[in-house]
Every structure is written in structure tokens, then in C-alpha cells.
């Protein structure tokens, strides 16, 4: 059954500090991950995208990594901002197939 | 930027009531998909449609149907509603291909619609 599970549910951490989010997925065949950001109250919005042949890719403080073997994806958040307070949707995509998504993790960040 | 308009941020009805969530997307995408976001669980996808007067079921189409009669609007229709219909209902638009391989999905800001 194609699946993705994400951890922690929830995660609190100090304003300033990392925080690293991961992502697994059971979905084959793969074609693509995408991490999108949701604040409260709106839609979820696109961070990046990975493919299967792409290991690391950074947006701003944002890096997501992709470990196809495993089947795992992490998306790491540097010097964390109040405005990361979030929630991080991990969503796979299966060639000819629909989008697989993830609960979310959410992410406060306290000053 | 793309912009995905739903019509209303918050709805209460009552059970029994026909309701109508709209959405219009203004970036001319041929995908519009409609998903309810429950806690704990992730997106699940209502319905999906690739083209005008087109339409697919997604994972849990019943209770629900949808209209595209023009392009950039997508309606989602509650036939009788039903107090386990109440969640957050987000829609969202894309280019290409309809499982979003290559183009990202944007959404609207959602419908939290409250049924009593």
C-alpha cells in the first residue's frame, strides 16, 4: 500500500535553533517528493521538489535531502524564524498515479 | 503569481442542507482538485478534473459531486450534508500533467465548513 509517514507529529523549538523533519514513503514506482509549507489558516504552499536522482537541494534556510534506497527525505530548517511555525507536508508522487500525502509534521517556534 | 480563490472561509449548515464550495483559479490551469484536510490525517483527494465538463473521483468521492463548467472554476456540491462533512475543504489548480509531476499544486486558503 503506497504510504507516507511522517515524524515527529509535532515539534517545538526555540527561535534560532535547527530542527530536521523526515519523511517515509512506501511509494513505488517514485517519481518525485515535494515539501510544502502551510501556515494556519491558509493553503499549503510549495517549498521544493526532489527527484530521484537529486540528493540535497536547498531553499534559503530550507534543505531538503532524498535517500531513494531507503525510501527517506528530510527537510532540515537552519536559525529557525517565528514565522517557520508551520505545518510541513510531505507529498509523493507515483508516475501515472495520484499524489500521496503525508499527515504533516507542525512546527511552533518559541522566542 | 497564481492566485486560487475559494468563495467563503468559514460555512455553517445544517444536516440535510445542499452546499456549494466554489473556487476559481486565474493562471488558466487545465487541474483543479478539490481535497478535505482532517487532523491527524493527510490531504485526501474528493475529486479531480483535468479539463473543462471533465471529472475523476479521487479516494473519497462519496457524498460529493462537482461541476467545471468553465475552466478557472471548480464547484464543489454537498448533496445532502452530513455532520461527518465537516472538515477543511481545500482546492487547488496546476499545469500539466494531473498528478502534479513536474508542476507543484497551488491551493486556495480552504473552507472550513461546520455541519450541525
Not at chain 1, 44 to 53: D, G, K, N, R
Not at chain 1, 85 to 109: D, E, H, M, P, Q
Not at chain 2, 56 to 63: F, V
Request: hydrophobic share 30%; aromatic share 10%; proline share 3%.
Amino acid at each position: 500500500k503506497n504510504q507516507v509517514e511522517q515524524s515527529p507529529q509535532s515539534l517545538i523549538i526555540l527561535e534560532g535553533k535547527n530542527c530536521t523533519l523526515q519523511c517515509n514513503y512506501t511509494v513505488s514506482p517514485f517519481s518525485n517528493l515535494r515539501w510544502y509549507k502551510q501556515d494556519t489558516g491558509r493553503g499549503p504552499v510549495s517549498l521544493t521538489i526532489m527527484t530521484f536522482s537529486e540528493n540535497t537541494k536547498s531553499n534559503g534556510r530550507y534543505t531538503a535531502t532524498l535517500d531513494a534506497d531507503t525510501k527517506q527525505s528530510s527537510l532540515h530548517i537552519t536559525a529557525s524564524q517565528l514565522s517557520d511555525s508551520a505545518s510541513y507536508i510531505c507529498v509523493v508522487s507515483s508516475r501515472g498515479n495520484k499524489l500521496v500525502f503525508g499527515a504533516g509534521t507542525i512546527l511552533r517556534v518559541k522566542s | 503569481d497564481v492566485k486560487v480563490t475559494q468563495s467563503s472561509r468559514y460555512l455553517v449548515k445544517r444536516t440535510g442542507e445542499k452546499v456549494f464550495l466554489e473556487c476559481v483559479q486565474d493562471m488558466d490551469h487545465e487541474n483543479m482538485f478539490w481535497y478535505r484536510q482532517d487532523p491527524g490525517l493527510g490531504l485526501r483527494l474528493i475529486y479531480f478534473s483535468y479539463d473543462v465538463k471533465m471529472k475523476e473521483k479521487g479516494d473519497i468521492p462519496e457524498g460529493y459531486s462537482v461541476s467545471r463548467e468553465k475552466k478557472e472554476r471548480f464547484s464543489l456540491i454537498l448533496e445532502s450534508a452530513s455532520t461527518n462533512q465537516t472538515s477543511m475543504y481545500l482546492c487547488a489548480s496546476s499545469l500539466g500533467d494531473w498528478d502534479g509531476v513536474g508542476s507543484p499544486l497551488h491551493f486556495g486558503n480552504g473552507t472550513r465548513l461546520t455541519v450541525t
